[in-house]
């Protein structure tokens, strides 16, 4: 918006919304001897952004080149990478790898896991490894994902002021369109700041926006299980600014559950074989448990790609002009019922945060309705309004797999090739969503954002999953977070060293 006039306030560095990006920006900004104010739509009491319903994952490129490789080669898949600059692929390389060491400086912990890049078939998913934080410096009384707790202590260390409950409206651009400040709302007052350095757009993603959800997303409906409060604020307000956008119409998706009432607003995770992970356990063996599409067929090698399933999803049937893979059907049984809750309780809404408490054994979320269950696979198909002859063949061939040792169809992990069985079957709907979007205004190696006209606008920056970098794949669980960090410094350190005005 072209804004001519006085403002109420200015300051050196605006960082607009409070998730990890937010943070690690105005954290740097700060550090590098800016006057810095972090403004969050939602009110103290309560805040919860995507980051802290994380699981705290981050990954690190431990070798530069295989990491520039594999982020190259996963552009190239839907031929992405001759519009992408070279420069940005290696600033992500370079900084996110420089993680640890930020983290180290600053008192952050955590551990190494024994997860690499989500992609074998393509060069250096080997270079990329997974990393998970550990709890240290949140403020007292916090409960979530230990990486967000942490930054929100560093925020807290360093009084950076947060103003809370004010949303960004608008950023205010001068007669040439640079960015010089931003307008804010709270409380029905509005406010203009202005800035001499600039402007941080952090304000995470469009998953809780229908409206936007619709328009871009290749499917409705799309359920996603973080924070009520990213409606795509920052792609509004990019537009208006003269931004291009990218990566709108993909994001790193996986099979949702939704539960209507409880603390379920969006949807949740769930946890095939109730190991507390994504994969299999270790040390028991898998119960029971397949995927199957309205035909009652399997479709895919359980679990399928933890960041891509949802791509598999979208394959619809042009005669019929139906989605016969929406919604899929998760079935198990009595053993799967019993070994542990059916979504995750380490991340999301039934995590630490606490929106809805899942009960231990299952059963009170059987009673709201929310999973279906009968005494044969028969049964269940005619409940779930499945084809009960197809369903019977489907487990039967899948039992037969299992004796083999070897999945004929689609080759699924043998250790994972544990029968349906026993007096008791039951089922889930799953739908397309994930963790989060990762559209939004394109960024450059420097975090700046870039114009539609070419170039960038001059004192805008951005940082995290709003027009994030990750496009039609996403490199691994830790991405996203590992994203925020990397490109909030970068974020942070250019926009304090950025002058408004030449000043
Ligand atoms: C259950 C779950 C588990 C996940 N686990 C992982 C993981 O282990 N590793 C990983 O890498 N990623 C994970 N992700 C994804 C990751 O958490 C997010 O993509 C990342 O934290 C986004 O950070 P952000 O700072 O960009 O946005 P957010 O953390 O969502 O912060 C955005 C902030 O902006 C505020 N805001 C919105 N609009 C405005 C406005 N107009 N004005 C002011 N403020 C505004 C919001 O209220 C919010 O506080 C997970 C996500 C979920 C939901």
Redesign the pocket.
Not at 16 to 23: K, Q, R, T, V, W
Not at 202 to 205: D, E, Q, S, T
Not at 477 to 484: D, L, M, R, Y
């Given at each position: 918006m072209h804004h001519t006039g006085p403002f109420d306030r200015t300051v050196d560095v605006v960082v607009?919304?409070?998730?990890?990006?937010?943070?690690v920006a105005a954290v740097t900004a700060h550090d590098a001897g800016a006057e810095v104010l972090v403004?969050?739509?939602?009110q103290a009491a309560g805040?919860?952004?995507?980051?802290?319903?994380?699981?705290?994952?981050?990954?690190v490129p431990e070798d530069l080149e295989g990491a520039v490789a594999y982020l190259s080669a996963m552009y190239a898949v839907n031929g992405e990478l001759s519009t992408v600059d070279p420069a940005l692929i290696r600033a992500w390389a370079e900084e996110a790898a420089a993680n640890p060491a930020w983290l180290d400086r600053h008192g952050g912990t955590y551990v190494k896991m024994n997860i690499h890049g989500e992609h074998p078939s393509l060069p250096g998913h080997e270079s990329i490894r997974v990393y998970?934080a550990q709890p240290s410096g949140s403020p007292e009384g916090y409960t979530g994902?230990p990486m967000?707790g942490f930054l929100r202590g560093l925020i807290a260390e360093r009084a950076i002021e947060v103003r809370y409950g004010?949303?960004?409206?608008w950023l205010l651009t001068d007669a040439a369109g640079a960015v010089v400040g931003v307008e804010?709302e709270c409380d029905g007052q509005v406010r203009r700041i202005g800035v001499r350095r600039g402007v941080v757009l952090?304000?995470?993603?469009y998953e809780s926006s229908e409206r936007l959800k619709r328009q871009y997303l290749p499917i409705s409906p799309a359920h996603?299980?973080?924070?009520e409060?990213?409606?795509g604020?920052?792609i509004t307000?990019a537009i208006e600014a003269g931004a291009e956008l990218w990566h709108m119409n993909v994001w790193p998706g996986h099979f949702v559950a939704r539960f209507p009432g409880g603390g379920y607003t969006g949807g949740t995770?769930i946890d095939l074989w109730g190991s507390g992970r994504f994969g299999p356990p270790d040390d028991v063996r898998a119960p029971g448990s397949i995927f199957v599409d309205g035909t009652a067929r399997r479709f895919i090698r359980e679990p399928g790609r933890q960041h891509a399933a949802n791509l598999e999803l979208l394959a619809m049937d042009a005669d019929s002009l139906t989605y016969p893979r929406i919604p899929t059907w998760w079935i198990f049984d009595q053993e799967r019922f019993e070994r542990a809750t059916l979504v995750?309780t380490y991340?999301?809404?039934a995590?630490p945060v606490g929106d809805y408490t899942w009960s231990e054994d299952n059963v009170a979320e059987l009673r709201e309705g929310w999973i279906q269950s009968a005494g044969s696979v028969k049964e269940l198909a005619v409940v779930c309004g499945l084809d009960p002859a197809a369903l019977e063949r489907t487990v039967a061939r899948y039992n037969e797999h299992c004796a083999n040792g070897v999945d004929a169809d689609f080759g699924r992990d043998p250790v994972t090739l544990t029968p349906l069985g026993g007096d008791r079957y039951y089922a889930v709907p799953l739908w397309p969503g994930g963790?989060?979007t990762v559209g939004g205004p394109r960024r450059d190696a420097n975090a700046r954002v870039a114009s539609i006209r070419g170039g960038s606008i001059s004192h805008l920056y951005s940082?995290?999953?709003?027009g994030?970098l990750h496009g039609l794949l996403y490199p691994t669980?830790?991405?996203?977070?590992?994203?925020?960090l990397a490109f909030?410094r970068i974020a942070g350190r250019n926009a304090a060293a950025d002058r408004v005005g030449g000043s």
């Open positions: 607009l919304g409070l998730g990890d990006a937010g943070a403004v969050e739509k939602q805040h919860r952004p995507n980051s802290r319903y994380a699981a705290g994952f981050f990954l998970k994902c967000h004010t949303a960004a409206r804010t952090a304000v995470g993603g996603f299980y973080g924070t409060h990213n409606t604020d920052g307000m995770g995750p991340s999301g809404p995590g963790s989060h940082a995290g999953e709003l994030s669980g830790g991405g996203s977070i590992a994203e925020c909030g």
